[in-house]
């Protein structure tokens, strides 16, 4: 190609912004598409996503539609003139006279090995699956959810200690190194996209609040997943004397015996575990609403009536 394409790219949360950097590096964005800022924190004040945060760091236009599926917006992207939309966790489903507006189609960066875990939590579903590896998927869109054909894949191992944020950082840089190093090919036709295998497809739904809640007749190794799915959000939570008890961070003693209901809380050393449906889930790391994280073993100090409590 003689001249570089026009690239606009569409994202949302931090897991989309090494890709839009890396693009903005070496090729013209004409335009950046991502959420509508949004009420967070205390007082509800808006906020804007990562991506228009870091869009507007390095002087692109950005363009926030509630709905970019509306005829205007189309018209605002069709006015951009892309060669190619490259799409990374954006957050609304493109209809197809979008998918079809680009030359060279869109592209999406997804944050699993298609086809397992098509949807919008795939980090998260890989941790809670117990995986060991999960990785990157550079696919052409179609009208599907995640169906499209696969450009590229890269592996990422899940570590024992992985959480959803920790995962999510790594698996974005990797999601940039892959794009830039794909894209080029595939301008060029190198590179032919290949239908996904039929076979091995799974689907995860987005995470809830109500999904860091810890249900405790459940085995502790799953609970133990669930707690590093969940963070950072919506978190691990129990409740104590009608006080929300945050877990932050926990670990599995699978071979606790005890005839205490599940719930309870056990001494373990200088610390505290909870009786699961299978095992003891081991405190780490607790905080209670309105005050400080902390170690278990500095939480239990003054608090030695935790032990022995039935959580909920």
Request: contains cysteine; aromatic residues 6%.
């Amino acid at each position: 190609m003689m001249n570089l394409p026009r690239i606009v790219f569409m994202g949302s949360p931090a897991f989309a912004v090494p890709a839009l950097e890396a693009l903005a590096q070496a090729y013209p964005v004409v335009g950046v598409v991502t959420q509508p800022d949004r009420p967070a924190g205390r007082g509800s004040r808006l906020r804007p996503a990562a991506v228009k945060v870091a869009a507007e760091r390095l002087g692109l236009p950005v363009f926030q539609p509630e709905k970019v599926s509306a005829p205007t917006a189309r018209e605002h992207l069709r006015a951009w003139a892309p060669d190619v939309i490259v799409v990374a966790a954006f957050g609304q489903i493109l209809p197809p006279a979008l998918l079809a507006l680009p030359p060279y189609g869109c592209l999406n960066i997804h944050a699993s090995l298609l086809p397992r875990w098509r949807g919008a939590a795939p980090i998260a579903a890989a941790i809670l699956a117990g995986d060991t590896v999960t990785g990157i998927t550079l696919m052409q869109m179609d009208e599907g959810v995640d169906t499209g054909p696969i450009l590229a894949q890269r592996e990422e191992p899940i570590r024992p200690d992985d959480t959803t944020g920790s995962l999510t950082e790594r698996l974005a840089r990797t999601g940039a190194e892959l794009l830039m190093e794909v894209l080029p090919r595939y301008l060029r036709g190198e590179i032919r996209p290949v239908p996904q295998p039929a076979e091995g497809a799974t689907y995860c739904r987005p995470l809830k609040k109500q999904d860091g809640r810890l249900d405790w007749a459940r085995p502790a190794a799953e609970l133990e997943r669930r707690v590093r799915a969940v963070t950072p959000w919506p978190g691990a939570f129990t409740f104590w004397e009608g006080q929300m008890l945050k877990v932050l961070r926990a670990a599995v003693d699978p071979d606790w015996v005890g005839t205490e209901p599940p719930g309870t809380v056990v001494p373990m050393g200088d610390g505290a575990g909870v009786v699961t449906g299978q095992g003891v889930l081991r405190l780490l790391e607790v905080q209670i609403a309105g005050k400080n994280p902390l170690p278990i073993d500095a939480f239990l100090r003054g608090r030695r009536n935790f032990i022995g409590a039935v959580l909920g």
